[in-house]
């Protein structure tokens, strides 16, 4: 039995999210269909993250334990021949030791919301980012995340529907940029709780509109009550960026 490692890329629009779902394709489905197509194997994919439905992914970390006698490039090679036609690639295919987890093995994750602020309606670029028409304010938006960095209890900015044991964690980075006409919000800590990305953007996307005060982010991340919350920020601006693991 053999350990590999998947980055793997992909557009989760057509996906109900990356864990296998009852009621729609997702990106785990998709993988283990292709890994039985190549080895026979029906197996379970293991991630660094559990992407909601319509949220993509630039290099999110993935590993499979296979029986069969495979070479890791040539695995790559099959697994992206079986996964066409769906937007979802290996990008790079390694063995580790049996010890290595996608998940907890993982030390950190790193995030990338984008928002198109712009009037013309989004070709290209549509379900891949939040547009946004009305002007945003960027410089306001970075000054009023860095209240957010830190230790804390990110209750307010926690889905209803989060598995995790406690509410609290430290977010290493926050940090609002504009180029052009888009406005990025890179998000970095160990882990995060289900939807707080989304939930920090939306709230920041009314400062940078002017409809918050930049201190109603401190005063709603004090508050520990998730229906202070003021906006959730849809998926298909959400990009997983990549997840750190120790050095070997």
């Known amino acids: 039995m053999t350990r590999f490692a998947l980055t793997l890329e992909f557009d989760g629009t057509p996906f109900f999210g ?9 990106v785990q489905q998709a993988i283990e269909k292709a890994i039985f197509a190549t080895t026979g ?3 379970t994919l293991h991630a660094a993250g559990r992407t909601d439905a319509g949220v993509h992914a630039l290099a999110m970390q993935a590993h499979v334990d296979i029986a069969k006698d495979i070479e890791a490039f040539r695995l790559m090679e099959a697994l992206n021949h079986y996964l066409r036609p769906d937007p979802v690639a290996v990008l790079d295919c ?3 030791p049996d010890d290595w987890h996608a998940r907890y093995s993982c030390i950190g994750r790193e995030y990338r919301y984008r928002i198109a602020n712009r009037r013309a309606p989004l070709t290209l670029d549509a379900s891949r980012a939040w547009q946004l028409a009305q002007p945003l304010d960027a410089d306001l938006m970075h000054r009023a995340a860095q209240s957010l960095v830190g230790h804390h209890d990110f209750t307010t900015f926690r889905s209803v529907h989060c598995q995790s ?11 609002v940029v504009r180029s052009g006409e888009e406005i990025f919000i890179h998000a970095a800590a160990r882990s995060f709780l289900h939807h707080q990305v989304r939930s920090m953007v939306g709230c920041l996307a009314l400062v940078g509109m002017g409809r918050w ?16 919350l003021g ?3 849809p998926s298909e601006g959400l990009y997983f ?3 750190l693991y120790p050095a070997a």
């Open 18 to 26: 990356f864990q296998r779902q009852s009621n729609g394709p997702s």
């Open 165 to 175: 044991v406690s509410p609290v964690k430290t977010l290493d980075r926050l940090d």
């Open 241 to 243: 960026v990549r997840a």
């Open 231 to 233: 906006l959730n920020a």
């Open 94 to 96: 390694q063995v580790k």
């Open 41 to 43: 194997e029906a197996v």
């Open 213 to 228: 005060r930049g201190e109603q982010i401190a005063e709603a991340l004090a508050a520990r009550d998730r229906t202070t």
